[in-house]
């Protein structure tokens, strides 16, 4: 009877946090803030962590997740450590826990790839490829294939510079989740773009602008960044100065409003090659902005 009873307790709990959870992922798809965003993913991690700390909590490894990647994403390296923090947490449930289905194996991919991330950014390859090859022995163990391989794929192959890893992926890939497919994709955009092939950047550009259309709202603020920065690359190599100067300001936008500190580094750096004029900060940029060049 007391068994039945802490089951029964234990349930309620998870319905608790998965409605929180899904709560703040709607939140965090409008929210114009991703600190203001980590506060609130503190505020009940804070709360629930207490009170789940008998049972493994699948809900609570979603939740260490998304605060996690939202650390991550803001490029703020000295808070890393608390994403590892969390991610450690993470892995600590799901490595424990065992649920059949994709919700599971794309979560244990994804915390993984995540946990890589912090040891990149700390310019630990070794590690951070040694973790990759800890997921992969996972998913070959648990027999959650389930394509959340291609996550892990794909970081080895920014840690490992193999171009033959993405272009593979991109080949045999099973998945049919849009949102990775849009992930497979970009990774092989930018592929050729280093190449400066652009013939076949071309081809995957118009692919990648369709389902941008398509995920709408699904679609991460920072990977529309992202593809906003790709797309100025692809324009400027095609030598359509006005399209360039038009996407590079649309990423500018977007890594200084949700402070993408990373993001916005690097496009600064390859601002350098393109000289596009940057205006002062006077408040927020205007929606889909354009900067003129000098």
Same mark, same amino acid.
């Given at each position: 009877m007391r068994r039945d009873l802490l089951i029964s307790s234990y349930s309620l709990l998870e319905a608790d946090i998965a409605k929180v959870n899904s709560d703040l992922k709607k939140e965090y798809l409008i929210y114009g803030s @991703?600190?203001?965003l980590v506060v609130l993913y503190l505020t009940y991690i804070c709360k629930y962590e207490a009170l789940t700390v008998n049972? @493994?909590? /699948?809900?609570?490894?979603k939740m260490y997740y998304q605060c996690s990647f939202l650390i991550i994403n803001t490029g703020d390296i000295n808070k890393f450590e608390m994403a590892e923090k969390y991610l450690e947490k993470a892995i600590n449930i799901i490595e424990n826990l065992y649920r059949p289905g994709k919700e599971y194996a794309n979560l244990y991919a994804q915390i993984y790839y995540?946990?890589? &991330?912090? /040891?990149? =950014?700390?310019?630990?390859?070794? +590690?951070?490829?040694?973790?990759?090859?800890?997921?992969?022995? %996972?998913?070959? *163990?648990? +027999? &959650?294939?389930?394509?959340?391989t291609d996550v892990i794929g794909?970081?080895? *192959?920014?840690?490992?510079?193999?171009?033959? &890893?993405?272009v593979n992926i991109n080949d045999a890939s099973k998945e049919t989740d849009l949102l990775e497919i849009f992930q497979n994709r970009r990774r092989l955009f930018q592929l050729y773009l280093n190449l400066h092939d652009i013939d076949n950047a071309k081809t995957i550009f118009y692919e990648l602008k369709f389902m941008v259309s398509l995920l709408g709202n699904r679609l991460d603020k920072i990977y529309i960044g992202m593809y906003y920065r790709d797309a100025a690359r692809f324009y400027y190599l095609s030598k359509e100065k006005k399209e360039s100067e038009l996407?590079? %300001?649309?990423?500018?936008?977007?890594?200084? =409003?949700?402070? /993408?500190?990373?993001q916005k580094k690097m496009i600064l750096q390859e601002n350098e090659e393109y000289r596009f004029r940057i205006p002062k900060k006077e408040g927020k940029y205007e929606k889909d902005s354009c900067y003129t060049s000098t």
């Open positions: @991703y600190e203001k049972y @493994y909590s /699948f809900e609570m490894a995540l946990y890589s &991330i912090v /040891f990149e =950014h700390r310019g630990d390859k070794n +590690k951070a490829l040694a973790i990759c090859e800890e997921a992969s022995r %996972g998913i070959k *163990y648990k +027999k &959650i294939f389930d394509n959340c794909r970081q080895v *192959y920014l840690l490992t510079g193999d171009k033959d &890893i993405i996407y590079f %300001g649309k990423a500018m936008h977007i890594f200084e =409003h949700y402070e /993408f500190i990373g």
